[in-house]
């Protein structure tokens, strides 16, 4: 967002939040079609289908947050109505029309979104001048009710874990790519 002239005053515009989730939205379609058209992490299935595995660190739900604590409802509203958020969060919450969760896609690759809401680790927090230094716990509370609202199921990686080689693993393990 700095690229863009974007500060930490504008965490709370419709014009940041937006920037955000455009990018957001244009890096996961990006990424979605390298991997589904160039590259597949094989992990036998029961039946010989492999899973394809993509891996975000946010998702175009972040901005959405951010806009939900900042502006008021109707501006949330004019957000969510952009070009392809609708298929994002059908694609988060397992009712994509191109990969149900649960059933396999027309190119036989098990599609099962997992959400994973990570708590902020305070000593990790770092002020680039940019980032909205909000307090986690408050952000966090926020994404539960927007997730909810949403009908998007999700996991809570608490900052509990700490470790990063710990944090790696807890996710490997509740993906079901490592037993």
């Not at 989730?21 to 590259?39: F, G, V, W």
């Not at 660190?57 to 008021?72: K, Q």
Request: hydrophobic share 35%.
């Amino acid at each position: 967002m700095r690229e863009q002239g974007f500060t930490r005053k504008d965490v709370g515009t419709l014009e940041m939040q937006r920037a955000i989730l455009r990018a957001q939205l244009h890096a996961e379609e990006n990424a979605l079609t390298y991997l589904m058209s160039n590259i597949r992490r094989k992990r036998p299935q029961d039946d010989g289908s492999s899973v394809s595995v993509l891996l975000c660190d946010r998702c175009a739900i972040d901005p959405i947050v951010y806009a939900t604590m900042e502006l008021p409802g109707n501006l949330v509203d004019d957000l969510m109505t952009e070009y392809g958020l609708r298929d994002a969060l059908a694609r988060y919450s397992g009712r994509s029309k191109a990969s149900t969760k649960g059933n396999f896609s027309e190119k036989g690759t098990y599609i099962d979104p997992l959400v994973i809401l990570t708590d902020g680790v305070d000593e990790w927090r770092v002020d680039d001048g940019v980032r909205s230094l909000y307090d986690p716990k408050t952000v966090a509370v926020t994404f539960r009710d927007v997730l909810a609202r949403l009908k998007i199921s999700h996991l809570e990686l608490g900052e509990n874990i700490k470790d990063i080689e710990e944090r790696v693993a807890w996710v490997m393990t509740a993906s079901g790519l490592k037993d």
